[in-house]
């Protein structure tokens, strides 16, 4: 449900526009409407309005879980770790919430707990994308870049279609110099549906950079065409 909503929200401005008017006509949504509804909020990147849909939603893991991804765009950490609870006790895949425990402390800066929860992950699952994922955030924030790239490469070994590690690992190589090789992991991201904006617009500055002007176009053109207002494409 989660990648059919997000799927139709990226292929045009007229679609997201047609998806947030039908959530804005909706009004009490109660049980798996209230889920979808939310889901659509979400994708739109409409936080409040998640958690506000969210109010009258049937309890269970599929709403602590919206709801702790939320609060953690809202950098709402506390709240989001609350729901993370939530979420793992009502049914919610283990690994994954124990995984987004470890970046919810990692982006509140809180380091030594973020290092004593991915510790917690290793002993669930070592040998997991979500543990090499995690990993080697914790290792770039400490400053470790060269080890999260070889985290982020055992991620991606194990699982090549994990988007997260896979764009991450194109960065980081992007800003460490090594350009031919994120070009072609950029384009790699471009494969799935739908596309990474990040990844579009990274790609094409390295177009730029190699003086294929059209290509960069062709590129920002495809952001524009869902997010016409996007300011970094708009300048491009």
């Not at 730029?208 to 059209?214: R, W």
Request: aromatic content about 8%; glycine content about 6%; overall charge negative.
């Amino acid at each position: 449900m989660f990648k059919a909503i997000q799927r139709f929200a990226s292929q045009s401005a007229a679609d997201r526009e047609q998806l947030k008017n039908y959530i804005d006509s909706q009004s009490n949504p109660e049980g798996e409407r209230a889920i979808k509804l939310a889901v659509g909020a979400y994708v739109l990147g409409l936080m409040d309005q998640v958690l506000l849909i969210l109010k009258s939603g049937p309890e269970g893991k599929d709403k602590r879980w919206l709801m702790a991804l939320a609060y953690k765009h809202q950098k709402e950490y506390q709240k989001s770790l609350a729901d993370l609870e939530r979420a793992k006790s009502r049914g919610w895949n283990e690994i994954e919430v124990q995984a987004e425990v470890v970046e919810v402390s990692r982006l509140s800066g809180e380091m030594k707990s973020a290092q004593h929860e991915l510790n917690q992950l290793k002993k669930m699952g070592s040998e997991t994308v979500h543990y090499y994922y995690q990993a080697a955030g914790v290792a770039e924030v400490e400053g470790n870049v060269e080890q999260a790239i070889d985290l982020l490469r055992k991620a991606v070994e194990i699982e090549s279609g994990f988007l997260p590690a896979l764009f991450r690992l194109a960065f980081l190589l992007d800003l460490n110099g090594h350009e031919d090789e994120a070009f072609e992991l950029y384009r790699q991201c471009l494969k799935f549906n739908p596309v990474h904006v990040s990844a579009l617009m990274n790609l094409a500055v390295l177009y730029e950079d190699a003086g294929k002007y059209e290509n960069a176009q062709n590129l920002l053109e495809r952001v524009l065409e869902v997010y016409p207002n996007h300011p970094r494409a708009r300048l491009f």
